[in-house]
Structures are given as structure tokens and as C-alpha cells.
């Protein structure tokens, strides 16, 4: 067996060992005067770190509680401090129900420790917004849709469901963001754990976090994160919806839960499933008919797309010596029609398939030597087949039409036939340990493994893949240690952190000569690098607060920049790590004016980055390679105001100016380019979105929302080159999305209808790549507890 994963599991079962004392379960509810639920507040043990936060239904559930004599505190900023005694031996229940008298709470009555909500998350000293995805689960909306409604975040699709998607954050995109399902790192997961495939129902909520990320996740992430928050309740629980919509579009999830209360014993069986053909229509397109080029209105052909996911998790939640031990394991698979090439030109055949076997194991627990100490664990391994396929002889125009060529070894997309299958197999483990040294002060270290080894072969037998016939290897570790104090009655938090990265590469390289033979050379590669960190916030007043952080970080290459894919992208065993110093400065207002609530935020930011990687294409195909040192900058506005729980109305507007900062060309002559905006960016975008709740203390409630998405437009080119006398452009665009949903007043039952871009405006995320037109979707959802 592996040493490391012999260790790992030794780690587990001496954790298991601690603590063997019973745990009660402290469950209530917290109201106002007036008989409303009050939402996100702390709800703690005096002297003790065992803290919870009520949700919107005012709940709370503290689920590790030892002592049977303690007080229980209640706080939130805009009501009175309550402290209520309790005693379990002589009280004939562990529910409190609590109410809570209005009044402006004073910065040092508040102590934030424990787990994160959305509102302690933004309270912390990186640049994160957390998105609660409560409003969203009657939604026909997709993870990528929600993000896209985020400031700084700017999601380009390249058509409709399941489409390739360039995700960019704060003006920095690909590998360069990281994505993480409860901390977990999705990038070598494969195509079912894309955003766009992930349904709102099995979430709770999204934290994104701007450039600096905090140690816990342990990402090499150059401009960001993206972490997933499950949905996590001691209740069991049913939550399955069913959506339908145009382009024969389909969607379904399951997400439950069984617990048994006494043992602990848990089960959650999920289930997620897309499919779409994708037809939808493509307006002035130009086609050559008659012997003649035409601009003719097509439906998009050829563009099926199917994903889905079984997963089943088991094991113990909330038990003596263990907060969680769950063993999991899921099934995914996709089929993808591919509709364009890499120009926007029709193909008609060529697609692939891929299937994915990843199995979880993870552990927890708290309370640890004295209350000091935590851990968390997981490790995961992931088997993953791919398989292209691009063998016709057919070519095919936006009409439909075929044309047949013979005698020609050369596909749809590449030079040559092409039936490429290869395996991927990813081992990921990761070892977290927090240690609270004395009260406030905290210390966090985080190391975490991946292991990828790729082997495949086009079976055509083409000699472009012959790197792959015996495995290439890469390894990643990373390891951080940070220092967290909490400062004058809490209004100062400080966190500082080290980075240590390691990587590790074996590959065959294909090594083309002049005469167009190929030569197979071995390559191996060692690296290592140190970043550090900081970040702060201070809270002025109890609604106001100030935040900046700062980073040296740097991101190591991913398995497809190295090693390439085999197809199109060739291997490059000399890529750099990518470097970048971050910086953030912002600052959060938080008024509440009784029923009323105001939130602003405003963010400012620059990375300046070296050795960007870019990927540079040739006549037969293309490589990554470090040709730009690029600047960033800009800021992002985000305004929420929430009017006697029934009115909501959201606002963000996002501009970055991120530049050529090269002075040099690659012939050693002065940049034409230098300081101009990056090609084929967006630099200036926003969104708007409001919500009206209609007959609210009736059975069953109606909600109306409506969003706006803008994007100015931008050049596909660099500025300050004019390319064939004109600066081409994808131009201003203006989406507006309508819906409304009905819910009885337990949210049992629930429907929705809804229409995307309802004015069927031209939409383009990419050159002569159009996105689709107006739809239609409706949504039923059953949810039991």
C-alpha cells in the first residue's frame, strides 16, 4: 500500500481514539417581539467554542454539547445580548425557544469563532463574498448562472447547457481559479462536476474568494477560489426537483438524507441529471448556397449534451468520537456533441464521452485536547476515461448540408482521424489542524496531495500520441501554516500564512523535427516555491467594517499545460509556475433600519502576474507557454437592500482594466501593445436583480424576481491594432430574465416558471459564437424534513 495513504489512515484511527464522553443536542428557535424569525444568530456556550447560527427560519441546532450545567448566549448585531441558564438534569428538554428584544449591539458583545456562515465568512479579512443559495433552489438556474449574478465574476459560455465555459475572476481565468465541493478540489473530478452540470438543490451556500485564498482550502490558486458549501442539517430530509424548458432541456436532482438520531448512522443517496439538444436558433449566419455566400437565420444541430451523477455517502454524523466519518462513492458520466471548431465553424459527428469513478473518505472533529483542538481529513481517489471521437469524412455548413471527401485522412477538427481514449487516474488527501493557543489566538495548518497519472493512445495509431503509451506523472503538495488573533474585544482580526509548493513532473515529451518525424524524449521536473500572506479586518463601527489582504502566490501547471492532451495541445515540460503579488482593499456597511436592511461592499484590487501562462497555437496544433507579464486592477460595487422581508433588490457593477505589460515584444523590439487591454476581454459589467414577495402570510405564497445582466463591449483584438481597418468587437449586451414561483408556506411544494434573455436579444460570449435566444423553463420541487 502506499506509505502515505498507510499513514493517512493510521491518522484516523488513532483520531478516533479521543473522547468518549456523551454529546447532547441543543436545538430551538429564535424570534423578535413581533413573532419573526431572526436569521444568523450566534448561538454559543459561554467560555466555551461550541457556536452555531440560526438560519432563516430562525433555527439552530448545537450539536456537540457535553456539559449538562452551562449558559447559553444569544447575539446579533441590532438586538439586546440574552444569556439563558440551563440545567439538563432538572429541565424536561433540550429545545429553547428564544426571544430577542431589538437594540444596537455593541462590536465587543460579539464573538465570531466556530463554523462560517455567509455573514461571518464577509466578515473576515479576505476579499470573499458567500452566497446563500436558499432563494435560488426553486430556480431552473445552473451554479454557473448564480456566479455569473456575482460582481467581479464573468462566466463566457460557448453555447448552451453543458457547454465549454471560461470562468474569470477579478480578470484572471482558466486554471488560474480554483473550484472545491466542501473544501474538496473538483479540477480533476472530469466534466459532471463542471458548474454549469451542479444543481442549486445540493447546496447551501457559495464562497468566493478573491484573490488571497485562506489556508484551509490549500489551492495553488493564482486569482481565486470557488468553494461549494453542501447543504449540512442533523434532520433527514427529501429534496427533489424536476425542470423542463426549451430546447427539449431537461434537469433533475435528488438530494436526501437519512440520520438515525441514536446511533448517529447517516445515509445520503443524490442524484443529478442534464440533458439538452442545444437547437436553439443562430440569427444571420453566413452560409455559401448556390454558389453564393447568404446570411440566413439556422437551428443549431448537432449539439447534444447529456451528464449525470449517482452518489451514495454513509457512515456517522454528530457521534461521540467523530463530528462526521463519511465514506462515499459516485458515478459520473457525460456524452457532449461537439457543435463548432476552434473558429466557430458547423461540425455534424464529432463528440466524446467520458465516465468517472470517484470514491470519498473524510473525517472531523472537534473539541479536541480541552476544547484547543480540530481536525478534518479526506482523501480521494478518482479514475477517469475520456474518450474523443473524430473519424467522418463528412463536412457539414450551417445549413446542415454534407459534403463528402474522399480520400482524405484529415476529421472535422484535427489534421488527422483521431479515436483517442485515455485514463486519468487522481489521488487527492489532505490533512487539516486547527489550535486554539489561548483564547483569540488560533493556528491553522493544512497540507494537501494530488497524484495524476495519465496513459492513453489514439487507436488509429497516429505517431502525435505515442507520449501517452506509457504513463505521465505529475505531483502537487502543498503545504500552509497560518496564525490567526482576534483583537480589542474583536473589532481587529489579523491572519498571517506560509505557503511551502512542491511539484513534481515525469512526461514524454513529442519532440517534432524538420522532416516532420517524431522524437520521444523523457523530461522530469522539480520545483519549489514559498508565498506568504496576510489579511485584516477592523470593524469601525458595528456596521461598518475595513478589509484588505496581500499575497505572494504562486500557481504550479496542470497536467494538460504539461503533459498537453494529446490531441491538440502538445506537452511542455519547461512551463514556469505562474507568480503573482495580490492585493485587496475594501470595506462592508451594514445598516439595519428595523424590518429594512442595507448591505454595501466595495472592493479594491491588483495582481500583477509573471510568467502567465497563455496557450499559443500553431499550424498543427498548440502549446501553453509563459509569454506575458500581465497587470489587473480595478474595483467592483455591490449594493443589497432587503425591505420588510419582503422586498429584495441586488446591484453590482464590476470594472478591470487588465493589460499587456510586456515593454518587450518576443523580437526584442518596444511593444506596440504595451499597457493595452488584453484581447477578447470584458473590462466593465454589472447586474441587477429584484424580488417581491406577494400574499406571505397565506398558504401558499408567490414570488416574483426579475435579473438584468450587462456586458459592455469589448474588443476581440488589442486595441491599438486595427485589424482590417476596423477594431472588431462583441458588442454592448443587455439580457433581462423574468420568473415567478409559487410555494406553499412549509416550502414542501414549490413551481416555477421562468424565461431567460425574454427579449431574444443577440447574446455572444465569444467571436461568431452566438449563446441562446429567449426560453421558457418550469420547475417542480417537493421538499420534505
Same mark, same amino acid.
Not at 459534403?403 to 485522412?409: E, F, G, L, S, Y
Not at 492585493?583 to 502567465?612: A, S
Not at 487591454?677 to 424576481?705: C, E, H, R
Given at each position: ?120 465568512? /464577509?466578515? !473576515? +479579512? &479576505?476579499? $470573499? ?6 432563494? #435560488?433552489? @426553486?430556480?431552473?438556474?445552473? *451554479? ?9 465574476v464573468r462566466i463566457r459560455e460557448s453555447g448552451g447547457v453543458g457547454s465549454d465555459y471560461n470562468f474569470s475572476l477579478n480578470g484572471l481565468s482558466d486554471y488560474r481559479v480554483r473550484f ?80 438515525? /438520531?441514536? !446511533? +448517529? &448512522?447517516? $445515509? ?6 442534464? #440533458?439538452? @439538444?442545444?437547437?436553439?436558433? *443562430? ?130 477538427? #484535427? ?6 481514449e485515455f485514463e486519468q487516474k487522481t489521488f487527492i488527501y489532505r490533512g487539516n489542524v486547527k489550535y486554539k493557543l489561548f483564547e483569540n489566538h488560533t493556528i491553522n495548518a493544512n497540507y ?302 414549490n413551481i416555477s416558471l421562468e424565461s431567460k434573455n425574454i427579449f431574444n436579444a443577440l447574446a455572444f460570449d465569444n467571436f461568431n459564437i452566438q449563446k441562446p435566444g429567449r426560453a421558457f ?9
Amino acid at each position: 500500500m502506499n506509505k502515505k495513504l498507510t499513514l493517512f489512515l493510521y491518522f484516523i484511527t488513532v483520531t478516533l481514539t479521543f473522547s468518549q464522553e456523551k454529546n447532547t443536542v441543543i436545538t430551538g428557535s429564535v424570534m423578535s417581539e413581533k413573532g419573526m424569525p431572526i436569521d444568523n444568530v450566534i448561538v454559543g456556550i459561554e467560555g466555551k467554542n461550541i457556536v452555531t447560527f440560526s438560519d432563516k427560519d430562525g433555527y439552530f441546532s448545537l450539536k456537540k454539547v457535553r456539559q449538562t450545567k452551562f449558559n447559553l448566549v444569544f447575539t446579533r448585531l441590532g438586538y439586546k445580548k440574552m444569556v439563558k441558564a440551563v440545567d439538563l438534569e432538572n429541565q424536561p428538554s433540550s429545545e429553547f425557544n428564544i426571544v430577542l428584544i431589538e437594540d444596537v449591539v455593541a462590536i465587543d458583545e460579539v464573538v465570531i469563532t466556530g463554523k462560517s456562515n455567509s455573514t461571518t465568512v /464577509e466578515e !473576515s +479579512g &479576505f476579499a $470573499v463574498q458567500s452566497i446563500d443559495l436558499e432563494v #435560488f433552489k @426553486n430556480s431552473t438556474i445552473d *451554479m454557473n448562472q448564480v456566479l455569473n449574478r456575482t460582481s467581479g465574476v464573468r462566466i463566457r459560455e460557448s453555447g448552451g447547457v453543458g457547454s465549454d465555459y471560461n470562468f474569470s475572476l477579478n480578470g484572471l481565468s482558466d486554471y488560474r481559479v480554483r473550484f472545491f465541493v466542501d473544501d474538496i478540489p473538483t479540477d480533476y473530478l472530469g466534466d459532471a462536476y463542471k458548474l454549469n452540470n451542479f444543481p442549486v438543490n445540493l447546496i447551501d451556500r457559495v464562497d468566493v474568494y478573491k484573490g488571497v485564498v485562506p489556508v484551509d482550502l490549500g489551492a495553488d490558486a493564482l486569482g481565486g477560489a470557488v468553494n461549494i458549501i453542501p447543504t449540512e442539517t442533523l434532520d433527514s430530509y427529501l429534496d427533489a426537483s424536476y425542470s423542463y424548458g426549451s430546447f427539449n432541456t431537461h434537469r433533475l436532482a435528488v438530494n436526501s438524507q437519512y440520520r438515525h /438520531e441514536k !446511533s +448517529g &448512522f447517516t $445515509v445520503r443517496p443524490k442524484l443529478f441529471y442534464n #440533458f439538452s @439538444n442545444n437547437n436553439y436558433t *443562430m440569427y444571420d449566419m453566413e452560409v455559401y448556397v448556390d454558389k453564393e455566400w447568404k446570411t440566413v437565420d439556422v437551428e443549431r444541430f448537432h449539439d447534444d449534451f447529456m451528464s449525470y451523477t449517482a452518489m451514495l455517502e454513509g457512515g456517522f454524523t454528530q457521534v461521540k468520537w467523530a463530528d462526521d466519518l463519511i465514506i462515499g462513492h459516485s458515478f459520473t458520466r457525460t456524452e457532449d456533441d461537439a457543435q463548432t471548431d476552434f473558429y466557430g465553424n458547423p461540425r455534424g459527428e464529432v463528440r466524446s464521452e467520458e465516465d468517472s469513478h470517484i470514491t470519498t473518505l473524510k473525517y472531523s472533529k472537534s473539541n479536541l485536547l480541552d476544547d484547543r483542538m480540530s481536525v478534518k481529513l479526506f482523501a480521494v481517489y478518482n479514475t477517469r476515461n475520456f474518450i474523443s471521437i473524430d473519424t467522418t469524412s463528412n463536412r457539414y455548413n450551417w445549413l446542415g448540408e454534407v459534403t463528402r471527401v474522399t480520400n482524405d485522412n484529415s476529421a472535422e477538427l #484535427f489534421n488527422q482521424k483521431t479515436l483517442y481514449e485515455f485514463e486519468q487516474k487522481t489521488f487527492i488527501y489532505r490533512g487539516n489542524v486547527k489550535y486554539k493557543l489561548f483564547e483569540n489566538h488560533t493556528i491553522n495548518a493544512n497540507y494537501i496531495g494530488y497524484q495524476v497519472e495519465r496513459q492513453g493512445e489514439n487507436r488509429l495509431g497516429t505517431p502525435e500520441n505515442e507520449p501517452f503509451r506509457t504513463p505521465n506523472k505529475l505531483r502537487k503538495n502543498i503545504f500552509g501554516i497560518s496564525y490567526n488573533a482576534h483583537l480589542m474585544s474583536n473589532r481587529l482580526n489579523l491572519n498571517v500564512a506560509l505557503k511551502n509548493y512542491h511539484f513534481y513532473m515525469y512526461t514524454r515529451n513529442a519532440k517534432y523535427l524538420k522532416d516532420h518525424s517524431v522524437e520521444i524524449e523523457d523530461l522530469k521536473t522539480t520545483k519549489s516555491e514559498v508565498g506568504y500572506a496576510v489579511s485584516g479586518r477592523y470593524f469601525i463601527l458595528p456596521q461598518l467594517l475595513i478589509k484588505s489582504s496581500f499575497e505572494r502566490g504562486y500557481r504550479l501547471p496542470e497536467p494538460v499545460e504539461v503533459f498537453g492532451d494529446g490531441l491538440a495541445i502538445y506537452a511542455n515540460p519547461e512551463l514556469q509556475p505562474e507568480v503573482t503579488y495580490n492585493l485587496n482593499f475594501g470595506f462592508n456597511y451594514n445598516p439595519i433600519f428595523g424590518k429594512n436592511k442595507l448591505k454595501t461592499g466595495v472592493n479594491f484590487f491588483r495582481r500583477d502576474v509573471d510568467n502567465f501562462t497563455f496557450r499559443e497555437s500553431f499550424i498543427r496544433g498548440s502549446r501553453y507557454e509563459n509569454i506575458l507579464s500581465v497587470l489587473i486592477y480595478g474595483y467592483e460595487l455591490d449594493l443589497e437592500w432587503q425591505w420588510n422581508n419582503r422586498l429584495f433588490w441586488n446591484a453590482n457593477i464590476s470594472r478591470q482594466y487588465v493589460l499587456n505589460n510586456e515593454k518587450v515584444d518576443a523580437t526584442g523590439d518596444e511593444s506596440r501593445v504595451y499597457r493595452d487591454q488584453l484581447p477578447n476581454t470584458p473590462y466593465l459589467f454589472g447586474n441587477l436583480g429584484a424580488s417581491y414577495s406577494l400574499l406571505p402570510s397565506k398558504k401558499v405564497g408567490l414570488l416574483l424576481s426579475y435579473n438584468l445582466n450587462y456586458v459592455h463591449e469589448f474588443f476581440l483584438g488589442y486595441e491599438s491594432i486595427a485589424q482590417g481597418g476596423e477594431k472588431n468587437i462583441i458588442p454592448t449586451q443587455l439580457l433581462h430574465n423574468v420568473g415567478i414561483t409559487a410555494s406553499t408556506k412549509d416550502n414542501r411544494y414549490n413551481i416555477s416558471l421562468e424565461s431567460k434573455n425574454i427579449f431574444n436579444a443577440l447574446a455572444f460570449d465569444n467571436f461568431n459564437i452566438q449563446k441562446p435566444g429567449r426560453a421558457f423553463y418550469m420547475k417542480v420541487r417537493y421538499f420534505l424534513r
